[in-house]
């Protein structure tokens, strides 16, 4: 017995003993882990990775430890900096307990709560998880893989978002509501991996143009992996995109930087609907009260490998025979949908690609669409034949399918065919290229819920040549908005294959715009249009537009203005304003400007006005930038003109100014202001007991000033008021602090009884040694600060003679201010010239450039050409020499643009130091 109570009793302890070593493991290795995660995690990345709190639990994954971490984020650097790549609610990662004792441990699951992930690639290729840092490799590689073990059974992905956005291509791709479950011996040589996959809305974007959107994914199946061979084979994997089937099989095999795909997809069903249902426009909430009926045939396979240097080749085929569809509810359908596509490419080279729609043929109610098209060479010359025939009646559309709230009619019909090689529009042979017909419109009209005030088209009619497209005519309505456009597109077909330039005239009539109307989100009156929701835009930098406007009257922010005239000119990715002159409020303005792009969030804009007797208090109303600047603007009644050398700024997300990075100069003059009310004088006024100063009436006023990234500095201008004289001077914040210095002049008498601050200049002349008794006029300094809507003031008495001397300068002042405005008036004159002269000689430049270029290389091609037909060596011989002529060409064309824009850049330095001399030299009247 008492052996057996011994045994209890060291049973016990040794129980205790395990239990506490299980309740204090965690925190014995916490620390190694939390180094362990750290190190993996940061030392090897450009970017900012942190998390919140964690926690280690030996009990809830016996006999494994369990990890959790909350929050984790991954935020780019660089060229993606504050981006956000990966924000994780919560990761879970379950560790054998015995591996952390060596340099070797194993996970067993990972879980995933809630990751938002979001990877981009920029127009030059750079990713955003390429987050790696190089380094030199410390050991060799079979020892670096045995450092780190993965022996994973599960991956568990939990309600997660993930956006794949490249600019490289032009594809974009959105997958919300995103589930998985991976489970399987992932450690194993050889095993089956089980997949189970959701998104309950994924939307794929190509160029623009939405081909899927908030669709329904599920992928289910099995893989077959081979670690030895990094190859993993798909059998039968099912793939069902809304409600049509997918079957996925194949294989993928990695070896060094190069993989190889061999994938085939197959649709599992051939029901036309299970079609429709991927088609965005259609898969809706209407979507079960669509019959259909018809067969479709769909597959896909992707064959080679994709490495550095190469793609896979691949094929697509689409079918359908004579489909069919319509809504229950409604009286008409789509009738003989019969569609032939096949796109091939055998060995991933892009210029290899060919397009052979075969037939696309259709009819809604009467009306009937028929395409043929055929690309192939898209890249090194594309080789185009096709036709578009076809009538539609929108109002048959409202038949067809459903469109709640939504008023629409009009007829479109075009007639056009298209055959030749891009070549011949580059060499300008058109009688090679074949593409003539047209499109037009008329009687268009669109309204609905979301646009109540409606859009029409009275007509349109654009014209197909080989050389250009001539719209000929569109007169166009929006809301109470008219437009008349015609114009020209060159290089359309160009622009269309190879991205090259799209260029353009057009000419603008109007009677009446409402950019009110245009710009507000709703259907009502906006307080202050440059407070609505516009984003800033990017420019193509491939477009090359001029556009023409004359537009009788248009509205702005209530403001109403008159005969709108200027070009608006589209180049290089910015947009210029040129000659631009106009009527309003009261007055007119003439102005010259530019917007370009800076990134996806910011803008910059430059302009250049001349203002001639504008109404101040309704420019104050209407221009919420000018109020904030100076808002002593809405106390003052007159007109006044202006004349800004420069403007410019960054413009936010949203098109408003960034304050602090407004910079300009001008110069303001009025004949007669009309002051009440302002704070500021109301104040001085009530100090100095003089009422006079809470209305004034300020003639010849003379104002120049300066904006450095938004601080407003005033220079010294004078006013006069009955017997009184004032020089004011100062500056004021983008918070509309100030820091002015208003420096008065006035008879004694005017001052009457002012009380304490009387009293106090009386204290103050006597330690200046001054009698003010003897005087007939004070001269008063008054520093005002704080804030425009609450100043603060202070007084001194200015020394006797200061007012004196200044009244002699003055005149002298005067003629000086005035000879530097007319010398700057005129470096701008000269800068201005010298600009649109440099402009003209790289233009000229240019255009010998080209023509240089594209004469060698007709010259190349008929070198080609000639030995096209001939042995490979001959071709190769060829070859070499049309290249040299290339090579030839191009040095002297880049020498005659070098040239050009060395002789640009003198033209400008010399009217920039003749201008900067006039300056100076006004300066030193």
């Given at each position: 017995?008492?052996?057996?109570m011994?045994?209890?009793?060291?049973?016990?302890?040794?129980?205790?003993?395990?239990?506490?070593?299980?309740?204090?493991?965690?925190?014995?290795?916490?620390?190694k882990?939390?180094e362990?995660?750290?190190?993996?995690?940061?030392?090897n990345?450009?970017?900012?990775?942190?998390?919140?709190?964690?926690?280690?639990?030996?009990?809830?994954?016996?006999?494994?430890l369990?990890?959790?971490?909350?929050?984790?984020?991954?935020?780019?650097?660089?060229?993606?900096e504050?981006?956000?790549?990966?924000?994780?609610?919560?990761?879970?990662?379950?560790?054998?307990?015995?591996?952390?004792?060596?340099?070797?441990?194993?996970?067993k699951?990972?879980?995933?709560?809630?990751?938002?992930?979001h990877?981009?690639?920029?127009?030059?290729?750079?990713?955003?998880?390429?987050?790696?840092?190089?380094?030199?490799?410390?050991?060799?590689?079979?020892?670096?893989?045995?450092?780190?073990?993965?022996?994973?059974?599960?991956?568990?992905?939990?309600?997660?978002?993930?956006?794949?956005?490249?600019?490289?291509?032009?594809?974009?791709?959105?997958?919300?509501?995103?589930?998985?479950?991976?489970?399987?011996?992932?450690?194993?040589?050889f095993?089956?991996?089980?997949?189970?996959?959701?998104?309950?809305?994924?939307?794929?974007?190509?160029?623009?143009?939405?081909?899927?959107?908030?669709?329904?994914?599920?992928?289910?199946?099995?893989?077959?992996?081979?670690?030895?061979?990094?190859?993993?084979?798909?059998?039968?994997?099912?793939t069902?995109?809304?409600?049509?089937?997918?079957?996925?099989?194949?294989?993928i095999?990695?070896t060094?930087?190069?993989?190889?795909?061999?994938?085939?997809?197959?649709?599992?069903?051939?029901?036309?609907?299970n079609?429709?249902?991927?088609?965005?426009?259609?898969?809706?909430?209407?979507?079960?009260?669509?019959?259909?009926?018809?067969?479709?045939?769909?597959?896909a396979?992707?064959?080679?490998?994709?490495?550095?240097?190469?793609?896979?080749?691949?094929?697509?085929?689409l079918n359908?025979?004579?489909?069919?569809?319509?809504?229950?509810?409604?009286?008409?359908?789509?009738?003989?949908?019969?569609?032939?596509?096949?796109?091939?490419?055998?060995?991933?080279?892009?210029?290899?690609?060919?397009?052979?729609?075969?037939?696309?043929h259709?009819?809604v109610?009467?009306?009937?669409?028929?395409?043929?098209?055929?690309?192939?060479?898209?890249?090194?010359?594309?080789?185009?034949?096709?036709?578009?025939?076809?009538?539609?009646?929108?109002?048959?559309?409202?038949?067809?399918?459903?469109?709640?709230?939504?008023d629409?009619?009009?007829?479109?019909?075009?007639?056009?065919?298209?055959?030749g090689?891009?070549?011949a529009?580059?060499?300008?042979?058109?009688?090679?290229?074949?593409?003539?017909?047209?499109?037009?419109?008329k009687?268009?009209?669109?309204?609905?819920?979301?646009?109540?005030?409606?859009?029409?088209?009275?007509?349109?009619?654009?014209?197909?040549?080989?050389?250009q497209?001539?719209?000929?005519?569109?007169?166009?309505?929006?809301?109470?908005?008219?437009?008349?456009?015609?114009?020209?597109?060159?290089?359309?077909?160009?622009?269309?294959?190879?991205?090259?330039?799209?260029?353009?005239?057009?000419?603008?009539?109007?009677?009446?715009?409402?950019l009110?109307?245009?710009?507000?989100?709703?259907?009502?009156?906006?307080?202050?249009?440059?407070?609505?929701?516009?984003n800033?835009?990017?420019?193509?930098?491939?477009?090359?537009?001029?556009?023409?406007?004359?537009?009788?009257?248009?509205?702005?922010?209530?403001?109403?203005?008159?005969?709108?005239?200027?070009?608006?000119?589209?180049?290089?990715?910015?947009?210029?304003?040129?000659?631009?002159?106009?009527?309003?409020?009261?007055?007119?303005?003439?102005?010259?400007?530019?917007?370009?792009?800076?990134?996806a969030?910011?803008a910059?804009?430059g302009?250049?006005?001349?203002?001639?007797?504008?109404?101040?208090?309704?420019?104050?109303?209407?221009?919420?930038?000018?109020?904030?600047?100076?808002?002593?603007?809405?106390?003052?009644?007159?007109?006044?003109?202006?004349?800004?050398?420069?403007y410019?700024?960054?413009?936010?997300?949203?098109?408003?100014?960034d304050?602090k990075s407004?910079?300009?100069?001008?110069?303001?003059?009025?004949?007669?202001?009309?002051?009440?009310?302002?704070?500021?004088?109301?104040?001085?006024?009530?100090?100095?007991?003089?009422?006079?100063?809470?209305?004034?009436s300020?003639?010849?006023?003379?104002?120049?000033?300066?904006i450095?990234?938004?601080?407003?500095?005033?220079?010294?201008?004078?006013?006069?008021?009955?017997?009184?004289?004032?020089?004011?001077q100062?500056?004021?914040?983008?918070?509309?602090?100030?820091?002015?210095?208003?420096?008065?002049?006035?008879p004694?008498?005017?001052?009457?009884?002012?009380?304490?601050?009387l009293?106090?200049?009386?204290?103050?002349?006597e330690?200046?040694?001054?009698?003010?008794?003897?005087?007939?006029?004070?001269?008063?300094?008054?520093?005002?600060?704080?804030?425009?809507?609450?100043?603060?003031?202070?007084?001194?008495?200015?020394?006797?003679?200061?007012?004196?001397?200044?009244?002699?300068?003055?005149?002298?002042?005067?003629?000086?201010?005035?000879?530097?405005?007319?010398?700057?008036?005129?470096?701008?004159?000269?800068?201005?010239?010298?600009?649109?002269?440099?402009?003209?000689?790289?233009?000229?430049?240019?255009a010998?450039?080209?023509?240089?270029?594209?004469?060698?290389?007709?010259?190349?091609?008929?070198?080609?050409?000639?030995?096209?037909?001939?042995?490979?060596?001959?071709?190769?011989?060829?070859k070499?020499?049309?290249?040299?002529?290339?090579?030839?060409?191009?040095k002297?064309?880049?020498?005659?643009?070098?040239?050009?824009?060395?002789?640009?850049?003198?033209?400008?330095?010399?009217?920039?130091?003749?201008?900067?001399?006039?300056?100076?030299?006004?300066?030193?009247?």
């Amino acid at each position: 017995m008492r052996s057996l109570m011994k045994l209890i009793k060291w049973g016990a302890i040794t129980l205790l003993i395990f239990a506490a070593i299980l309740f204090t493991a965690p925190f014995i290795f916490k620390a190694k882990l939390v180094e362990i995660a750290k190190t993996e995690i940061n030392k090897n990345v450009n970017a900012q990775v942190d998390f919140g709190k964690f926690s280690l639990s030996f009990f809830t994954a016996f006999p494994n430890l369990n990890f959790v971490m909350h929050d984790l984020s991954i935020i780019g650097e660089g060229e993606f900096e504050a981006e956000p790549l990966a924000k994780i609610k919560k990761l879970e990662i379950r560790v054998g307990l015995l591996s952390l004792n060596s340099d070797k441990f194993s996970v067993k699951s990972i879980r995933i709560d809630q990751p938002k992930i979001h990877t981009k690639v920029l127009k030059n290729g750079k990713s955003n998880w390429d987050i790696a840092k190089i380094s030199e490799p410390q050991v060799s590689a079979s020892q670096a893989s045995s450092e780190f073990k993965l022996n994973l059974e599960h991956v568990l992905i939990k309600n997660g978002a993930f956006i794949y956005e490249d600019k490289s291509t032009g594809i974009k791709a959105n997958l919300k509501g995103f589930w998985a479950v991976l489970s399987g011996d992932m450690s194993a040589d050889f095993a089956n991996l089980k997949t189970d996959i959701k998104a309950t809305d994924f939307s794929f974007n190509y160029g623009g143009s939405d081909y899927v959107e908030h669709a329904v994914l599920t992928i289910n199946g099995e893989i077959e992996s081979n670690l030895v061979k990094s190859k993993y084979t798909f059998s039968q994997i099912e793939t069902k995109l809304n409600k049509l089937d997918f079957h996925l099989n194949g294989e993928i095999e990695m070896t060094g930087d190069n993989i190889k795909l061999n994938l085939g997809v197959e649709a599992k069903e051939n029901e036309f609907k299970n079609f429709l249902s991927v088609i965005p426009s259609l898969y809706n909430e209407h979507f079960t009260d669509l019959h259909a009926s018809g067969l479709v045939n769909l597959s896909a396979n992707i064959n080679g490998n994709y490495n550095k240097e190469q793609t896979p080749g691949f094929d697509l085929k689409l079918n359908i025979e004579d489909g069919r569809f319509s809504y229950a509810d409604l009286p008409g359908s789509v009738e003989e949908v019969n569609i032939g596509l096949n796109v091939t490419n055998m060995d991933g080279k892009a210029d290899h690609t060919k397009i052979d729609l075969k037939k696309f043929h259709l009819t809604v109610e009467d009306n009937l669409i028929d395409v043929h098209l055929k690309i192939s060479t898209p890249i090194s010359d594309p080789t185009i034949v096709g036709t578009l025939n076809g009538k539609l009646d929108f109002g048959n559309l409202k038949n067809t399918f459903p469109m709640e709230g939504v008023d629409l009619s009009g007829l479109v019909t075009s007639d056009i065919k298209l055959n030749g090689r891009i070549s011949a529009l580059e060499e300008k042979n058109y009688t090679n290229f074949i593409a003539q017909g047209e499109i037009k419109a008329k009687e268009i009209s669109y309204k609905s819920n979301d646009l109540p005030e409606g859009f029409s088209i009275n007509e349109a009619h654009l014209n197909l040549q080989p050389q250009q497209l001539n719209l000929k005519k569109l007169e166009a309505k929006f809301g109470k908005s008219d437009f008349h456009l015609d114009g020209k597109l060159d290089n359309y077909l160009a622009y269309f294959f190879k991205d090259e330039d799209l260029k353009g005239n057009f000419n603008l009539h109007s009677n009446f715009i409402d950019l009110d109307e245009l710009i507000s989100d709703e259907n009502e009156d906006v307080e202050n249009t440059e407070d609505t929701t516009i984003n800033t835009f990017e420019v193509p930098s491939n477009i090359d537009f001029v556009l023409s406007s004359n537009i009788k009257k248009a509205l702005y922010n209530k403001a109403e203005i008159t005969d709108i005239k200027g070009d608006i000119i589209i180049k290089d990715a910015k947009v210029e304003m040129k000659d631009v002159t106009m009527n309003m409020l009261d007055g007119n303005m003439a102005m010259i400007g530019s917007y370009e792009t800076l990134d996806a969030s910011k803008a910059k804009i430059g302009l250049g006005l001349n203002i001639q007797e504008l109404d101040i208090k309704k420019t104050a109303s209407t221009f919420s930038t000018l109020k904030l600047l100076a808002p002593i603007a809405e106390k003052c009644a007159g007109t006044f003109s202006a004349s800004v050398v420069y403007y410019d700024c960054l413009l936010n997300k949203n098109m408003m100014p960034d304050l602090k990075s407004i910079n300009a100069k001008g110069h303001i003059s009025s004949k007669n202001i009309r002051l009440e009310n302002s704070e500021i004088l109301n104040k001085v006024g009530s100090l100095l007991k003089l009422d006079d100063l809470k209305s004034l009436s300020l003639k010849d006023i003379d104002l120049h000033f300066n904006i450095n990234n938004g601080r407003v500095e005033a220079k010294p201008f004078d006013i006069e008021f009955k017997n009184l004289k004032a020089t004011i001077q100062g500056v004021q914040n983008t918070d509309q602090g100030i820091d002015y210095l208003m420096q008065i002049s006035l008879p004694k008498s005017e001052l009457g009884d002012a009380g304490q601050v009387l009293n106090d200049l009386h204290a103050k002349t006597e330690n200046l040694g001054v009698d003010l008794k003897a005087s007939d006029f004070i001269n008063i300094n008054a520093k005002i600060t704080g804030h425009v809507t609450n100043p603060k003031i202070a007084f001194d008495l200015a020394k006797p003679g200061i007012n004196a001397k200044k009244q002699a300068t003055e005149k002298v002042d005067k003629a000086k201010q005035e000879a530097i405005l007319k010398a700057e008036k005129q470096a701008v004159e000269l800068m201005t010239k010298a600009d649109e002269k440099a402009k003209q000689i790289k233009e000229l430049a240019k255009a010998s450039a080209d023509k240089v270029r594209a004469e060698a290389e007709i010259q190349a091609k008929k070198i080609e050409d000639k030995a096209s037909n001939q042995i490979k060596l001959l071709q190769n011989v060829a070859k070499k020499a049309a290249d040299k002529v290339r090579d030839e060409a191009e040095k002297k064309a880049t020498k005659i643009e070098k040239e050009a824009t060395i002789k640009a850049d003198q033209l400008l330095q010399k009217a920039k130091e003749e201008g900067d001399q006039l300056i100076e030299t006004a300066k030193k009247l």
